[in-house]
């Protein structure tokens, strides 16, 4: 184990195992998806925008309708301020519009722009084609095998959320 990554196991060694190897699951996502973020982050700066901000696009971009900023910040386990700071970030770069409910004139709904629409289309492919390659140490079966434990760890994790999000 390398240097920096001795802190995945500082203090285990009093649990049991069994609890010792699931803090350290715990450890090593936060780790992995550090790195995964910063790659991500590294190869999207010279567009203007973060990991965060791709992420939060393309969970507007699967839903049915326009969603509001209350539901993108529970989709996403952050604060509606947070999720509306980014929104008008991504707002003064042209990705999405937002606008007043129809319904609820409280409420703000997300709509993505053409802009949006073209931007992806054309990175894509050569985004598609980078986490083949971060992901390339990994048999097509060990990810399938990594995608269904993530989503369960995902769901049970969301179950288990506090009602105040």
């Not at 996502?29 to 901000?53: E, H, N």
């Amino acid at each position: 184990m390398s240097n920096d990554d001795r802190w995945l196991d500082l203090g285990l060694d009093a649990l049991p195992t069994h609890r010792a190897q699931r803090v350290r699951l715990l450890r090593v996502l936060l780790a992995t998806a550090a790195v995964l973020r910063g790659r991500l982050d590294r190869a999207l700066a010279p567009t203007g925008i973060t990991s965060q901000q791709a992420a939060m696009l393309q969970l507007i971009e699967a839903q049915a309708q326009a969603p509001t900023i209350s539901f993108v910040a529970l989709a996403m386990g952050m604060t509606h301020q947070n999720v509306k700071q980014i929104a008008l970030s991504l707002q003064k770069k042209g990705f999405v519009e937002i606008a007043t409910d129809a319904a609820d004139r409280r409420a703000r709904r997300l709509r993505l722009t053409e802009h949006h629409h073209r931007f992806w289309k054309q990175r894509n492919p050569s985004d598609f084609s980078s986490v083949e390659e971060w992901t390339a140490g990994l048999s097509d079966k060990e990810v399938a095998a990594a995608v269904r434990l993530l989503a369960k760890l995902k769901s049970r994790a969301k179950a288990d959320r506090p009602a105040d999000g």
